[in-house]
């Protein structure tokens, strides 16, 4: 009967190897693996799903699919991070435990070297010719050679002992600190993928709170901010319609913002433009360092945190009085990389921001000019623009009021 079994599993294994016995799927609704094997080939389908996700239709739905991908994969890789870190820092305590016992050798072994060392100076062997006259008769000088023979084997197995040993420590020290140095990159990637994951997971709770996980407020969200981006690239291209109205002066008030919601708004803040012509270009490259909080980023528990980076580091004054409070960046911005906003545009042509107050000011001297633009939703978004004196770049702000 036990051969029977035996050949059953033997064949078994032949037509059904364990590699190929369970697939590792991301499935979201069954728990992550623990083996590390398993968790490179799950981090990796996730990858797939997430991607796949990724190109789905437009719908609430859809959205929170690719939000709970991201975050299913974030989760196995911080699983293995952390796994990874764990092996290293057990092999440290192991070359720890190693050295020590090397280091205690190596002691050891250059203790007995001194020691022969001091003998072989008491007792300044002499060369053969000195022996053979020395000694009595043949076979004393032949017993007083083999014994030189052998005592200089031992010194220089001991010696060769101690080479072995240094050179065994230095290839096992290095090795420690080369897992130490793993261990602390592990670590840091680690804290980035904690932050990322906390990102993904308020970036889902400020959906479906936005939402209140309604397809049709997801759509007018949608729809809100596609008429914005309308309006902006119809307004930095020169389509605006526009008023000229003054000149002004660095800091002369120029409009406010609009409390609370309004045209392509869902809150009062400013967007702020720089363009040469019509090419747009980074704010914080011409406003200079101001007190700030920045609100880039929100996390899982709904706080907010730097997500884009907050570095001027030119010489404008600011057009909100300080501190300022940034929402999000210009470029590539963190709202892009895990909101819906990502579906509508991957580009932020400006910054978001909120001062002290409601007043917006010229950041430079040069001629105002008072617009409006109407997009596709019927919304007529106002603002103004300042064009600089004396050279081609302007400034827009958009979201504000004038009289």
């Known amino acids: 009967m036990k051969l029977k079994v035996l050949l059953f599993c033997f064949l078994l294994s032949v037509l059904w190897p364990p590699s190929l016995a369970l697939a590792v799927e991301c499935d979201l609704n069954q728990p992550i693996p623990s083996d590390v094997n398993d968790l490179s080939a799950y981090i990796t389908e996730c ?37 990874q870190i764990a092996s290293l820092e057990k092999d440290v305590t192991t070359l720890s435990t190693v050295l020590t016992d090397l280091d205690k050798t190596l002691a050891e072994l250059t203790k007995i070297y001194l020691a022969r060392v001091r003998e072989s100076y008491i007792r300044r062997d002499p060369n053969s010719l000195t022996l053979f006259f020395s000694s009595d008769s043949f076979a004393k000088f032949f017993t007083r050679i083999r014994y030189l023979s052998v005592v200089k084997a031992r010194d220089q197995l001991i010696i060769s002992e101690m080479e072995t040993a240094r050179a065994n420590y230095d290839t096992q020290k290095n090795t420690k600190i080369r897992k130490q140095q793993e261990v602390e990159e592990l670590k840091t990637r680690l804290v980035n993928q904690q932050a990322n994951l906390s990102a993904q997971q308020g970036s889902k709770q400020q959906l479906l709170i936005s939402t209140q996980n309604d397809e049709a ?8 901010a596609r008429s914005e981006l309308e309006a902006i690239n119809a307004i930095i291209a020169g389509n605006g319609n526009e008023v000229e109205v003054r000149d002004v002066s660095i800091g002369e008030v120029i409009a406010r913002l609009i409390e609370g919601k309004s045209c392509n708004s869902s809150g009062a803040h400013l967007h702020f433009i720089v363009a ?34 907050f570095n001027p580091t030119g010489s404008w004054d600011w057009p909100l009085n300080s501190p300022v409070q940034m929402n999000q960046g210009y470029g590539e911005t963190w709202a892009v990389r895990n909101t819906w906003v990502g579906k509508i545009y991957r580009f932020h042509n400006g910054i978001d921001i909120e001062g002290s107050s409601l007043e917006v ?23 103004v623009r300042v064009d600089h004196k004396d050279s081609g770049i302007g400034t827009f702000y958009l979201h504000v009021n004038y009289n």
């Not at 997430?50 to 196995?76: F, H, M, P, S």
């Not at 407020?217 to 809100?224: G, N």
């Not at 617009?371 to 603002?383: F, Q, R, V």
């Open 47 to 83: 990858q797939k799903k997430a991607e796949e996700k990724q190109g789905q239709a437009l719908t609430l739905k859809a959205a929170l699919d690719v939000l709970n991908a991201k975050i299913r994969l974030t989760q196995a890789q911080v699983k293995q991070t952390a796994a």
């Open 217 to 224: 407020r997801y759509q007018s969200l949608l729809s809100q």
């Open 276 to 309: 040469d012509n019509t090419v747009v270009a980074n704010p914080f490259s011409f406003l200079k360092p101001v007190d700030n909080l920045n609100c880039s980023g929100i996390d899982g528990n709904r706080q907010c945190f730097a997500g884009d980076p």
């Open 361 to 383: 000011k010229a950041v430079q001297p040069g001629k105002l000019f008072r617009g409006t633009y109407s997009g596709s939703n019927g919304c007529a978004l106002k603002y």
